[in-house]
């Protein structure tokens, strides 16, 4: 069994504590947040009603892709739907597995059940900027089981304009047999995908970032050099669990 790092610190130095009070004044103080948590949220659905009203720009619906079955087109890869969301996973040709892009898997990892989307009539697609067989094999080791495209036959068309190699999240709609790109985003936009920092930002210490607004003393080392925040040990923290349960991650070909 590979030895891998504790997932948490365990005992260790004492951290500082927020201040403690009674109910009465706690409660004032969460009553004043959420005013402000609530204008964020209004804020939140005005940014998505602009979305909605956001013009299109039509993409060659033949663009070809390599899925499991060989060349297939962005067309097809809506599976009959109306619309389609489609990460673009970094990747890092010939590297092993701990050497793949960290903030793609921890994203990737996140979406799994998909029948909500489907229900909405939305497919999802993971469009890797690598090839197909080699990254298949790390998405088996993954245990990912979201549609797996390999983007590279057409990956400087489909992001036109773009860099090539960052992670993006596309929006596309079909209307018949034409393809239309509606929104797109990269870096932090991608975090639409995640709940762990979602869950992460309403407790007592955050992320633990040294970017972050925290309090004097709280603990921010999460993404101190040499380790990234989203490495443990020297490989996406996602990894973790698959070693543990003895997957190999080997993926040079059988």
């Given at each position: 069994m590979t030895?891998?790092?504790?997932?948490?610190?365990?005992?260790?130095?004492?951290?500082?504590?927020?201040?403690?009070v009674d109910r009465a004044a706690h409660q004032a103080e969460i009553e004043a947040l959420r005013v402000r948590e609530k204008a964020h949220t209004r804020e939140?659905?005005?940014?998505?009603?602009?979305?909605?009203?956001?013009?299109?720009?039509?993409?060659?619906?033949?663009?070809?892709l390599?899925?499991?079955?060989?060349?297939?087109?962005?067309?097809?890869?809506f599976e009959g739907r109306r619309q389609l969301i489609a990460y673009y996973f970094m990747w890092h040709e010939g590297h092993d597995a701990a050497g793949q892009c960290e903030g793609c898997t921890w994203v990737t990892t996140q979406v799994q059940d998909l029948s909500f989307l489907h229900s909405r009539d939305i497919t999802y697609a993971v469009f890797c900027q690598g090839p197909y067989e080699e990254s298949r094999r790390y998405r088996d080791f993954m245990g990912w089981e979201v549609p797996w495209y390999s983007a590279l036959p057409s990956v400087d068309e489909l992001l036109v304009g773009r860099r090539v190699g960052?992670?993006?999240l596309v929006c596309y709609l079909r209307d018949g047999d034409r393809v239309y790109e509606t929104y797109w985003t990269t870096l932090r936009g991608v975090e639409q995908m995640d709940y762990s920092y979602a869950l992460i930002d309403l407790t007592a210490y955050g992320r633990q970032e040294l970017w972050e607004d925290s309090p004097p003393g709280w603990p921010q080392e999460r993404d101190a050099p040499p380790e990234h925040p989203m490495r443990l040990g020297g490989r996406p923290i996602s990894q973790w669990p698959r070693i543990e349960a003895g997957r190999s991650?080997?993926?040079t070909p059988p």
């Amino acid at each position: 069994m590979t030895e891998h790092p504790q997932y948490a610190n365990g005992p260790g130095p004492a951290w500082p504590l927020p201040p403690v009070v009674d109910r009465a004044a706690h409660q004032a103080e969460i009553e004043a947040l959420r005013v402000r948590e609530k204008a964020h949220t209004r804020e939140g659905d005005a940014i998505a009603a602009a979305r909605r009203r956001l013009p299109m720009v039509e993409v060659p619906a033949d663009l070809e892709l390599t899925g499991p079955d060989g060349p297939l087109t962005l067309l097809d890869a809506f599976e009959g739907r109306r619309q389609l969301i489609a990460y673009y996973f970094m990747w890092h040709e010939g590297h092993d597995a701990a050497g793949q892009c960290e903030g793609c898997t921890w994203v990737t990892t996140q979406v799994q059940d998909l029948s909500f989307l489907h229900s909405r009539d939305i497919t999802y697609a993971v469009f890797c900027q690598g090839p197909y067989e080699e990254s298949r094999r790390y998405r088996d080791f993954m245990g990912w089981e979201v549609p797996w495209y390999s983007a590279l036959p057409s990956v400087d068309e489909l992001l036109v304009g773009r860099r090539v190699g960052m992670m993006h999240l596309v929006c596309y709609l079909r209307d018949g047999d034409r393809v239309y790109e509606t929104y797109w985003t990269t870096l932090r936009g991608v975090e639409q995908m995640d709940y762990s920092y979602a869950l992460i930002d309403l407790t007592a210490y955050g992320r633990q970032e040294l970017w972050e607004d925290s309090p004097p003393g709280w603990p921010q080392e999460r993404d101190a050099p040499p380790e990234h925040p989203m490495r443990l040990g020297g490989r996406p923290i996602s990894q973790w669990p698959r070693i543990e349960a003895g997957r190999s991650d080997d993926l040079t070909p059988p």
